[in-house]
């Protein structure tokens, strides 16, 4: 992961993206029984994927080594719209 964020020119921001990953994760779990953290972790799960999705993009990396990003953002915001319904 260290070497990707190297590639990408983002090797500063590296420690926080790692970060606000384990936070959006362990707020999922939270989620499961506490809706508004659901909706505030899956929500900036998936602006998370979406900016990594836009690195992707600048570097000119192919659809197959950006699919994961693409992924996981699609599930987070599924996870989103779904948690917006329990409200």
Request: aromatic share 12%; charged share 15%.
């Amino acid at each position: 992961m260290k070497d990707e964020f190297k590639r990408l020119n983002l090797e500063k921001i590296g420690l926080l993206t790692i970060t606000l990953e384990l936070m959006g994760s362990i707020g999922l779990l939270v989620g499961i029984l506490y809706n508004p953290i659901l909706l505030i972790s899956s929500g900036g799960l998936s602006l998370l994927m979406f900016i990594a999705i836009l690195f992707r993009l600048k570097s000119k990396d192919t659809l197959w080594v950006s699919l994961p990003a693409l992924f996981y953002m699609l599930l987070n915001f599924y996870i989103f719209i779904e948690s917006i319904k329990l409200n």
